[in-house]
């Protein structure tokens, strides 16, 4: 299935241009299994050739980054709210488990509704390409981070992200596919360290709970 979804991406959506780009970008974010660079590296291999000019710097920003951007961000609402309307029954249920209550939350929302610093991490975590979307999307809906926020800067992070991806699918050609692998295998090494974090602190939660 995930091969088929590939597949009409890389040979039906995107050689439709800035919209293929755009619609591939928002089923690339919205199933986890494709590989996350794909999407844009094929996009820069395609749209982008030969050397740097006017033209290929047009390209690179109306064809491939914008669009992708665009469509990463739309991609990354639909996990936004997921975690937004089902992470606080779910926390309050299973919260505890974690050592976290809803009220920690809130409290995470006040020091962000005070502070800008947490706009530029998301800028920053949104532009870094091993960063893996899904856990950012989950977390900021969890908090409930401000959605015109939310998605003005992921929108002007992913840009940063499409522009570097997209020029590596110009520089390394055909190999654009072996490069998305890599940078796709890079985000769920770190995915699985983040859940494994996760489960070792419940584990521990568990243990000092019986212990005690």
């Not at 089923?27 to 982008?48: D, H, K, Q």
């Not at 000019?53 to 920003?61: G, Q, R, V």
């Not at 002007?156 to 699918?169: D, E, H, P, S």
Request: hydrophobic residues 55%; charged residues 15%; glycine residues 8%.
């Amino acid at each position: 299935m995930i091969e088929l979804a590939i597949h009409f991406i890389e040979n039906v959506l995107i050689p439709l241009g800035g919209w293929g780009v755009f619609m591939a970008s928002v089923i690339e974010e919205v199933v986890a299994p494709i590989p996350s660079a794909a999407v844009i590296t094929l996009s820069g291999f395609l749209f982008l050739k030969g050397s740097f000019s006017a033209t290929l710097l047009f390209k690179l920003i109306f064809i491939v980054a914008l669009p992708a951007a665009c469509g990463i961000t739309v991609g990354s609402l639909f996990v936004y709210g997921l975690s937004f309307y089902f992470g606080k029954p779910l926390l309050e249920k299973w919260g505890k488990w974690l050592g976290l209550s809803w009220t920690d939350i809130e409290k995470i929302q006040q020091k962000f509704d005070a502070k800008k610093v947490d706009e530029i991490a998301l800028l920053f975590l949104r532009t870094i390409p091993i960063v893996p979307s899904v856990a950012i999307s989950a977390f900021y809906g969890l908090v409930r981070f401000n959605i015109k926020k939310y998605a003005i800067f992921t929108l002007l992070g992913t840009f940063v992200r499409a522009v570097i991806l997209a020029l590596v699918g110009w520089q390394v050609g055909s190999l654009y596919y072996t490069y998305a692998q890599k940078i796709a295998s890079v985000e769920k090494i770190v995915l699985v360290f983040v859940f494994v974090l996760i489960f070792l602190f419940i584990g521990y939660r568990v243990y000092r709970a019986r212990t005690v």
